[in-house]
């Protein structure tokens, strides 16, 4: 049996559920439901992050234990501890959804460990009291989707929860893919997700919105003792002070998103992490094309709510709404809004610095932005790849080659006119004259460049070449990636085939340009 050092606080120092039936219904004065794992199958490990399984003191002998193997697919539960699935609400696209929750999702138990304590949950492993009319399963596709991108996020250094293993259940689970009343079997799969907290906005909003203000200020305040004590003892100055430090978090977390070319897909209210992570990996993707309006999310392709150029702007209006739900705790809108308004201009501000940090420019000059502003047209002049792009420009030594050197970013090269390659000598000219001002060797700010633009990131055709492998069984591929994306910074000569374009195979296709909640 793995030793785990396993800690409560959550369930101990929270209400919970008095109806322990696992049935679908509205729950009320709780933070969280009793429920247990759907027994499988079949199980089977066909993943595991060692390196996440050693922060929780699990070793690499036990991870290819059967009782790792029944531990995280659900089918044992660990001795002394007792599942749950979490009561949250949320906006969705912009409205109010009442009661959501862990609808696919149970989390295990807490383990502390080198001074670090993880919620570790389940994903896909059967339905609970906030299922709604789902079945609270997953599929391989999505599951590998998840599994990669949450451990490559980390490994570029965006805030983001985690992943441990990607197991198959051994059962087929019923979807409708594009939601087109074209329904088929599936391998069923379960992820198991790694985090300090899974709690979000919406487990604040949802006694806000019930005004269950006794709740909602014992859960603040659970908060505040286990996530945010720095703080102090809960006072109206600490509430502000936690909502303060929220803000700061999550505009940290979509700052690296754009840095990156990240479009989460999904940013409604129940999405949003309250310790400013990356949770949730539904309808993601990487800009393929540089592209403000582009979003991975079929649901969201009419308003593109949630595109790439929106994501700061979103997590503004989610952060009000959750000053909204905080505000009966505070009473006070003043300091609420003057850090929302502190967001405003941070964003200004932080999007400008992490823009000159991928140009290499390191002091302020006044034309700056004018030269930011400039890039970022010319690149939507025609389509251009973000990642190829940024990582090929640390490269430049002089306007004269600079075509010649970023030309493999150009998705239709040979039809540029040559008003657009004009348009691009003149800013690599300005850009030039602006590298002339900085102290920087070219060595030196080649080496700063490629440390904020990555060489690999998770594009969506690669993760579909992983499924489509292991839909036939084969899963050598998920961990080719798994490996490639833990350096993304590096150059990794013998993996110089994923520093490439998006395929024109996979422009159109599901799962590598358009994606469901359920993918």
């Given at each position: 049996?793995?030793?785990?050092?396993?800690?409560?606080?959550?369930?101990?120092?929270?209400?919970?559920?008095?109806?322990?039936?696992?049935?679908?219904?509205?729950?009320?004065?709780?933070?969280?439901?009793?429920?247990?794992?759907?027994?499988?199958?079949?199980?089977?490990?066909?993943?595991?992050?060692?390196?996440?399984?050693?922060?929780?003191?699990?070793?690499?002998?036990?991870?290819?234990?059967?009782?790792?193997?029944?531990?995280?697919?659900?089918?044992?539960?660990?001795?002394?501890?007792?599942?749950?699935?979490?009561?949250?609400?949320?906006?969705?696209?912009?409205?109010?959804?009442?009661?959501?929750?862990?609808?696919?999702?149970?989390?295990?138990f807490e383990v502390e460990h080198h001074n670090k304590n993880w919620k570790v949950q389940l994903k896909g492993a059967g339905e609970t009291?906030?299922?709604?009319?789902?079945?609270?399963?997953?599929?391989?596709?999505?599951?590998?989707?998840?599994?990669?991108?949450?451990?490559?996020?980390?490994?570029?250094?965006?805030?983001?929860?985690?992943?441990?293993?990607?197991?198959?259940?051994?059962?087929?689970?019923?979807?409708?893919?594009?939601?087109?009343?074209?329904?088929?079997?599936?391998?069923?799969?379960?992820?198991?997700?790694?985090?300090?907290?899974?709690?979000?906005?919406?487990?604040?909003?949802?006694?806000?919105?019930?005004?269950?203000?006794?709740?909602?200020?014992?859960?603040?305040?659970?908060?505040?003792?286990?996530?945010?004590?720095?703080?102090?003892?809960?006072?109206?100055?600490?509430?502000?002070?936690?909502?303060?430090?929220?803000?700061?978090?999550?505009?940290?977390?979509?700052?690296?998103?754009?840095?990156?070319?990240?479009?989460h897909g999904v940013m409604n209210t129940d999405n949003m992490s309250i310790l400013g992570l990356t949770i949730d990996f539904g309808p993601?993707?990487?800009?393929?094309?540089?592209?403000?309006?582009?979003?991975?999310?079929?649901?969201?392709?009419?308003?593109?709510?949630?595109?790439?150029?929106?994501?700061?702007?979103?997590?503004?209006?989610?952060?009000?709404?959750?000053?909204?739900?905080?505000?009966?705790?505070?009473?006070?809108?003043?300091?609420?809004?003057?850090?929302?308004?502190?967001?405003?201009?941070?964003?200004?501000?932080?999007?400008?610095?992490?823009?000159?940090?991928?140009?290499?420019?390191?002091?302020?000059?006044?034309?700056?932005?004018?030269?930011?502003?400039?890039?970022?047209?010319?690149?939507?002049?025609?389509?251009?790849?973000?990642?190829?792009?940024?990582?090929?420009?640390?490269?430049?030594?002089?306007?004269?080659?600079?075509?010649?050197?970023?030309?493999?970013?150009?998705?239709?090269?040979?039809?540029?006119?040559?008003?657009?390659?004009?348009?691009?000598?003149?800013?690599?000219?300005?850009?030039?004259?602006?590298?002339?001002?900085?102290?920087?060797?070219?060595?030196?700010?080649?080496?700063?460049?490629?440390?904020?633009?990555?060489?690999?990131?998770?594009?969506?055709?690669?993760?579909?070449?992983?499924?489509?492998?292991?839909?036939?069984?084969?899963?050598?591929?998920?961990?080719?990636?798994?490996?490639?994306?833990?350096?993304?910074?590096?150059?990794?000569?013998?993996?110089?085939?994923?520093?490439?374009?998006?395929?024109?195979?996979?422009?159109?296709?599901?799962?590598?340009?358009?994606?469901?909640?359920?993918?």
């Open positions: 049996m793995m030793k785990l050092h396993i800690t409560d606080t959550f369930t101990q120092e929270n209400p919970s559920d008095t109806v322990l039936k696992n049935s679908r219904r509205q729950v009320t004065e709780a933070v969280f439901s009793y429920v247990n794992p759907k027994k499988t199958e079949a199980p089977q490990v066909i993943h595991v992050s060692q390196q996440m399984a050693t922060e929780l003191g699990i070793s690499e002998q036990e991870t290819n234990s059967d009782i790792f193997k029944n531990i995280f697919t659900g089918n044992t539960i660990y001795p002394k501890t007792k599942p749950y699935a979490m009561c949250y609400g949320g906006h969705q696209f912009g409205n109010w959804a009442g009661q959501l929750g862990d609808g696919r999702a149970i989390n295990l009291p906030y299922s709604r009319t789902a079945d609270g399963l997953a599929v391989l596709r999505s599951s590998v989707r998840e599994y990669l991108c949450s451990e490559a996020m980390f490994h570029l250094g965006v805030p983001t929860t985690r992943a441990l293993s990607l197991c198959l259940s051994g059962d087929h689970v019923l979807r409708d893919i594009l939601y087109d009343g074209n329904p088929a079997y599936e391998k069923g799969a379960i992820v198991s997700r790694i985090s300090p907290s899974f709690l979000r906005f919406g487990s604040y909003e949802i006694f806000a919105a019930r005004k269950d203000i006794k709740n909602l200020t014992s859960l603040v305040n659970y908060t505040i003792k286990h996530h945010f004590s720095h703080l102090g003892a809960p006072s109206k100055e600490s509430y502000i002070q936690f909502f303060k430090e929220v803000s700061v978090r999550t505009l940290d977390m979509i700052i690296h998103w754009q840095r990156v070319g990240f479009v993601y993707g990487w800009l393929e094309g540089f592209d403000y309006g582009w979003t991975p999310n079929t649901t969201d392709i009419q308003h593109k709510r949630y595109r790439y150029g929106n994501q700061p702007n979103i997590g503004l209006w989610n952060l009000y709404q959750l000053a909204n739900a905080l505000y009966p705790i505070i009473e006070d809108v003043a300091p609420l809004e003057e850090i929302l308004n502190q967001y405003k201009v941070d964003f200004q501000e932080k999007s400008f610095q992490m823009m000159k940090s991928k140009l290499g420019l390191f002091f302020d000059h006044e034309n700056d932005l004018n030269l930011i502003q400039t890039l970022e047209d010319n690149l939507q002049l025609v389509e251009t790849d973000m990642t190829i792009f940024f990582r090929s420009l640390s490269d430049f030594s002089n306007e004269k080659t600079a075509f010649e050197l970023i030309k493999k970013a150009f998705y239709d090269l040979d039809n540029i006119s040559s008003d657009v390659k004009n348009q691009w000598n003149l800013w690599f000219k300005n850009y030039n004259s602006r590298l002339q001002l900085e102290s920087l060797s070219h060595a030196q700010r080649k080496e700063k460049m490629n440390a904020v633009n990555p060489k690999y990131v998770l594009r969506n055709y690669m993760s579909q070449l992983a499924i489509d492998k292991a839909d036939e069984g084969d899963y050598s591929l998920i961990d080719v990636l798994y490996q490639l994306l833990k350096s993304p910074y590096s150059e990794q000569p013998a993996n110089e085939k994923w520093f490439a374009k998006r395929p024109e195979w996979a422009r159109n296709k599901v799962g590598c340009s358009m994606l469901s909640c359920s993918s």
